[in-house]
């Protein structure tokens, strides 16, 4: 099983200006000592059209480890303007939270992001070229998209071996469908008799 | 019968390999296929049972889930006392879950809300050996062991009370082990493999009892699981997957010799699961018919992959009732309720389903008291009997005594438990939320400036996480779970503050569980008619919102895949893709932008709540404070004591024995000391005392005794003599002296003076010279007198001690250099206790007493042991028996002892190491006290000692204390035993040692072997 859960992220500093850096307040409970450290990084998607316009905003490193509940605030300067692209700058896009320890990613937090002008009148009719310093940026922060990865928390040796698990092999063996509501009649046999014999 | 399937029960359709029903009957447990990992659920079975507890929305269904398993949930199984759930899965694991008390609802971080846990469960072990995936795991009667198999062909057995300890591993099994149960009487473990075999094993040796095979041989193919079952008499072992004639059964096992002559037919394929009905049933007793007493018999059902199921009783030779189709795939796993008529069945096919029966249909349960006569007709007592608190309250007082006891123990800790009275250890756990004054909110609103940030060699940040709490504390805030910062963990963290909480919230009553008003007004949660306005308040906003970005939703589903993609640099492993809908995260959208208002007023609040924290955390400091007062009281009292040295005392002592302590170092010596080299070496010198004109002192009370001292008062001749005058009871005496007296001390019995020419004189209590002088080798550093015993220790650190009334010498010059070389320690402390045992105290915390039998320092506390530190028997001390503070031993471990004890509060010592360094704690002042001879405080520590021993069931070790006590019953002239042992007949002891053995009903064999021999020692 995993060995590092996150427990919450909370959006600090939210709705905010869209140059103010973002803040997450992470908490995560850890099963035992980790040896290593944990990486996580903030990516700012710009553009929903193509993953070139992703920014990592920053990575840090989180470290030690030891076994218990811990908690730090991740903050990361906002996105490059320059890098997004002007016809999204304004409108619905997302902010990525991952983690990876020992290199592998084993959980993916995402927000929707809605970049708005607070002026009416900007909305009605916003400019051409955006007006970054007029725009909010306000974080879905009641609606986390978490993905889970499994990965291999142990030494590399055992890399290939874990993937077994994974192996949906257990899955395949029934259809999706299942029964809903109740179940059909069923009459109750009369007693001492089991017409399988 | 009825029959019933709650859809509702379900894993979204993916396979459920494992139902299991609480013992209390009030939840089952299920285990299967996740999303992507392994899942265990938790089902609310009020719902199951009553149809208008289905339809009430207020009464949850789900109560928790668990997606921890990275890997399919092949077993789950409720501990028998309910406190614990194991589940054992395709990742190799066997997960041990405990409900944590205090957290109230949440969600799993990221999953929709409607989801939430109404109760928390959380994984307190992984049992980690298997290199297999977990097939089934079982506990053993009482939960002393659990067992565990898996498809690497072994069993492992665990030791359920020291998770996650491993007691052994059952290797035979040539093929994937799939079942797994236990004897009744907990003799046995028996498993079903792969391989065509059921092994028996035996629990004594944990070696193979019996191999079948022949019932097996024709077996083809394979089951998932071969759970096999035992009957709740013992006397038989139903196997799965059987074969006779080429016609798939489950073969019956006789317990005795193992005999395999009867079996289950008529399944048409493998039998995957057994299980019996955990009551022995007798036939329902019809108006008219004879009565005739009826055979007990036994119920069990079978579950085949033929998808049927079928539910026979013993006493009768065709199925009770076969039901086909019930499902669409395999029969997994079957669990009865504790009262023998509810049955749930789970599927492959992802379905559960629940069978009720009447008693008409299956007969009268016996009680368990009936049930467990029949073990004792079929096993004998002792079989019957394990040693476990569990069963224990089922087991038969056998002896009046006994029933005395186990009554008073009954009351004792029903008035311990009565409300209000918050002892010290209920209170700590919760405050481990708090670190040094300051709660979890100041924390968080200022975790950014203060978390440690550094960069490492190339350059990269790195964060210190802040570890707000320990991962064994147990129970930590529920409502960080949520995304909102900062305001809802106000209200319950300061829940979880308030003392009056209690852990105690009671199954089947989840609504309980959430936000439960606290004691104190400011801290209660927002109205809930407020947040219904604003939900209201939410519809307005949503329908504008949603219409500025309907544009937006094409590109939203193009985002929506980058929630769940991974980054390249992974290992391609399959993610699995959930998909959305960018309308609700919209709707959701709204909601939190309408609801900032809400979320300042909250803020708010949590502001008063945190001040409110504040408070309490400085009122506890000053408690802390008040605490500390009377400790420094204490020691004032000791300096001004030694100060008035010059006056006789007003103020009535204690006992003679503080008071000889006290009187050890008068202040002038205190530079002589400082002055003298503490170590030369060859001679060892310890300070001595410096003469004075006049002193006096009290030397005893009962009856008052005191003591005038006037040195060079007559001049006769040119020469000066020395005056030593005593007042007892008003009576008068004195006496002369050629020299000058430098010390003296007495006792009821005696007084004692050392002069400055090294001469000791020994008069009795009237004034009779007892001894002629005594020339000692080197000036006195310290004399003490008690009852008929005088104490010398010379400025040459040597001791010497004798016995007035035998004339004779106890201790003769013993040299102090055997405790007193290589570091520079000095003296600090000496006293003589009532049966003439010195005792030495020195400044680096040892004290030693000579013992003259052994004649050997014998060292009998140590400040800086750490033992003492750690030792915790708070459980063992009784209210009936007050402490001995008068006694030798606690005079010199005095307040160390009681810092020792809070000590251990502090640490986070494993239990067991605790328990046998408190096991040695005790056997330690138990041994100072006898060397000692300190009688009530052996006796104290003795009963403290047995109490421990019985709390921690170690039989070994009472038994042979009690067999200490009583002695040989018959005695002859050979015997060496003493009957007595300092001061007390060693038979009375063990007459106060037996009702606290009698507190335990486990120990019910000891208590009753002693107390009958007692009886007939007394009868003598």
């Known amino acids: ?197 | 019968m009825k029959l019933l399937k709650p859809s509702w029960v379900s894993h979204h359709g993916k396979p459920i390999f494992s139902v299991d029903i609480h013992p209390d009957g009030t939840k089952f447990a299920t285990g299967g296929q996740g999303e992507d990992s392994g899942k265990v659920m938790i089902w609310n079975m009020a719902p199951v049972l009553r149809e208008e507890d289905e339809k009430n929305e207020d009464v949850h269904k789900m109560l928790c889930q668990m997606d921890n398993h990275l890997a399919c949930v092949n077993c789950v199984r409720w501990s028998n006392n309910g406190l614990y759930l194991a589940s054992g899965g395709d990742d190799k694991l066997v997960m041990v879950w405990k409900r944590a008390a205090f957290i109230g609802p949440s969600t799993v971080f990221g999953s929709s809300s409607k989801l939430a846990n109404v109760e928390q469960w959380r994984c307190v072990t992984i049992l980690r050996n298997h290199t297999g995936d977990v097939m089934d795991v079982a506990w053993s009667p009482h939960d002393v062991w659990l067992a565990s198999c898996s498809v690497d062909n072994t069993i492992v057995i665990w030791n359920a009370r020291k998770f996650p300890e491993m007691v052994t591993c059952l290797r035979g099994h040539t093929g994937l082990v799939k079942g797994l149960t236990w004897d009744p009487v907990g003799k046995y473990v028996a498993s079903q493999a792969d391989d065509h075999s059921l092994k028996v094993w035996r629990t004594v040796d944990w070696q193979m009892e019996a191999n079948i095979t022949k019932p097996f041989n024709e077996c083809g193919g394979t089951t998932h699981v071969l759970r096999l079952s035992w009957s709740p008499d013992g006397q038989y072992l139903v196997s799965a997957h059987a074969m006779n004639n080429s016609g798939p059964t489950a073969q019956i096992v006789e317990r005795d010799g193992w005999k395999t002559n009867m079996d289950f037919v008529g399944h048409r394929k493998a039998v995957t699961v057994v299980k019996f009905n955990p009551k022995i049933f007798k036939k329902k007793q019809k108006n008219g018919s004879s009565n005739k007493p009826s055979c007990p018999y036994c119920c069990c059902a079978v579950g085949s992959k033929d998808r049927s199921l079928s539910v026979w009783l013993t006493s009768l030779k065709r199925p009770l009732v076969v039901i086909h189709d019930l499902f669409d795939k395999s029969i997994m796993d079957i669990s009865w309720t504790l009262t023998g008529l509810g049955m749930l069945v789970c599927s492959m096919d992802g379905t559960v389903a629940y069978l009720d029966f009447s008693l008409d249909e299956l007969g009268d349960p016996l009680s368990e008291e009936e049930k467990n006569s029949i073990h004792q007709n079929i096993y004998g007592k002792s079989m019957a009997i394990t040693n476990t608190e569990a069963q224990l309250s089922t087991t038969i007082i056998e002896n009046p005594e006994m029933l005395k006891y186990q009554q008073q123990r009954q009351t004792s800790t029903q008035t311990n438990s009565a409300p209000g009275t918050v002892g010290p250890e209920s209170s700590a756990p919760k405050l481990n939320s708090v670190m040094n004054g300051e709660s979890l909110e100041d924390i968080r609103k200022n975790l950014l400036k203060k978390q440690v940030e550094t960069r490492t060699a190339d350059g990269r940040r790195r964060i210190t996480p802040l570890c707000i709490a320990q991962l064994d504390t147990g129970d930590f805030s529920p409502a960080l779970f949520n995304s909102v910062p900062i305001l809802p963990s106000g209200s319950s963290m300061s829940n979880q503050l308030t003392p009056h909480l209690s852990s105690d919230s009671s199954p089947g009553q989840p609504s309980s569980l959430g936000f439960r008003p606290s004691h104190d007004p400011m801290l209660t949660s927002p109205p809930a008619n407020s947040l219904k306005a604003l939900e209201d308040n939410n519809e307005g906003v949503k329908s504008t919102l949603l219409l500025t970005s309907a544009s937006k939703i094409e590109p939203i589903k193009a985002l929506d895949s980058r929630f769940t993609e991974r980054s390249k640099a992974t290992p391609g492993l399959t993610a699995a893709i959930t998909s959305t809908a960018g309308l609700t995260a919209l709707d959701s959208r709204a909601k939190e932008s309408s609801s900032t208002p809400a979320q300042k007023e909250c803020k708010l609040k949590e502001d008063t709540s945190s001040d409110s924290e504040d408070k309490m955390a400085s009122i506890n400091k000053n408690l802390m404070y008040s605490k500390r007062k009377p400790e420094l009281m204490i020691d004032g009292g000791e300096v001004v004591e030694k100060r008035k040295k010059g006056r006789p005392r007003k103020e009535k002592m204690t006992t003679s024995m503080v008071q000889s302590f006290t009187q050890i170092i008068p202040p002038s010596e205190q530079e002589t000391r400082v002055s003298v080299p503490p170590s030369a070496v060859a001679a060892l010198r310890l300070p001595t005392p410096s003469t004075q004109k006049a002193f006096s002192l009290q030397v005893s009370m009962e009856p008052s005794v005191f003591l005038e001292v006037e040195n060079e008062v007559t001049v006769v001749a040119g020469s000066k003599l020395s005056q030593l005058r005593c007042s007892k009871d008003g009576r008068d005496w004195n006496t002369l002296l050629p020299s000058s007296v430098v010390t003296a001390a007495g006792s009821s019995d005696l007084i004692a003076v050392a002069s400055e020419d090294r001469m000791l004189s020994v008069f009795s209590s009237c004034g009779r010279r007892l001894l002629p002088a005594i020339q000692l080798a080197t000036p006195v550093s310290a004399l003490h007198c008690t009852a008929h015993f005088v104490m010398v220790v010379t400025a040459g650190a040597t001791l010497s001690v004798w016995d007035v009334q035998k004339q004779k010498a106890l201790v003769r010059n013993e040299s102090l250099q055997s405790i007193l070389s290589g570091t520079d320690t000095s003296v600090s402390q000496s006293l003589l206790t009532q049966q003439g045992v010195p005792v030495v105290g020195l400044s680096n915390g040892k004290s030693f007493c000579f013992s003259s039998s052994l004649e050997t320092w014998s060292l009998i506390a140590d400040k800086a042991d750490s033992l003492v530190q750690c030792a915790d028997f708070r459980g063992c001390l009784s209210s009936h028996d007050a402490p001995v503070s008068s006694g030798p031993l606690a005079v010199m471990q005095g307040r160390y002892l009681n810092a020792g004890r809070l000590a251990s509060r502090l640490s986070s010592t494993p239990h067991h190491m605790q328990q046998s360094m408190t096991l040695a704690f005790l056997e330690n002042q138990l041994a100072s006290a006898l060397t000692l001879q300190s009688g009530q405080e052996y006796r104290y520590w003795l009963l403290i000692y047995s109490r421990f021993l019985v709390n921690e069931g170690s039989e070994h070790r009472l038994r042979e204390l009690c067999k200490e006590l009583l002695g040989p019953v018959h005695t002859s002239a050979t015997t060496s035993w003493e009957p007595t042992t300092v001061g007390f007949r060693k038979r009375e002891l063990l007459r106060e040692v037996l009702p606290v053995i009698g507190e335990n009903l486990r120990f019910q064999r000891l208590f009753t072997e002693y107390q009958d021999q007692l009886e007939l020692l007394r009868n003598k």
């Open chain 1, 1 to 197: 099983m995993a060995k590092v859960q996150v427990l919450n992220v909370a959006v600090l500093d939210n709705p905010s200006p869209f140059r103010n850096p973002f803040q997450f307040e992470i908490t995560f409970e850890c099963m035992e000592d980790l040896p290593e450290d944990l990486e996580w990084k903030i990516i700012y998607v710009g553009s929903a059209e193509s993953e070139e316009y992703d920014q990592i905003l920053d990575s840090v490193l989180v470290g030690p480890v030891p076994a218990g509940r811990h908690m730090f605030v991740f903050q990361a300067d906002a996105p490059n303007t320059g890098l997004i692209p002007e016809s999204d700058a304004v409108g619905v896009t997302v902010v990525l939270i991952t983690c990876t320890y020992r290199s592998q990613e084993f959980i993916r937090i995402g927000y929707y992001v809605n970049n708005e002008y607070t002026d009416p009148e900007l909305r009605e009719n916003p400019p051409i070229k955006p007006d970054y310093t007029q725009l909010q940026r306000n974080i879905l922060a009641s609606n986390p998209r978490v993905t889970r990865f499994h990965i291999n928390w142990e030494g590399s040796a055992e890399r290939m071996e874990d993937s077994e698990n994974v192996d949906p092999s257990s899955n395949s063996m029934l259809p999706p469908s299942c029964l809903p509501g109740k179940a059909p009649p069923i009459g109750i046999l009369p007693d001492n008799s089991m017409d399988c014999l």
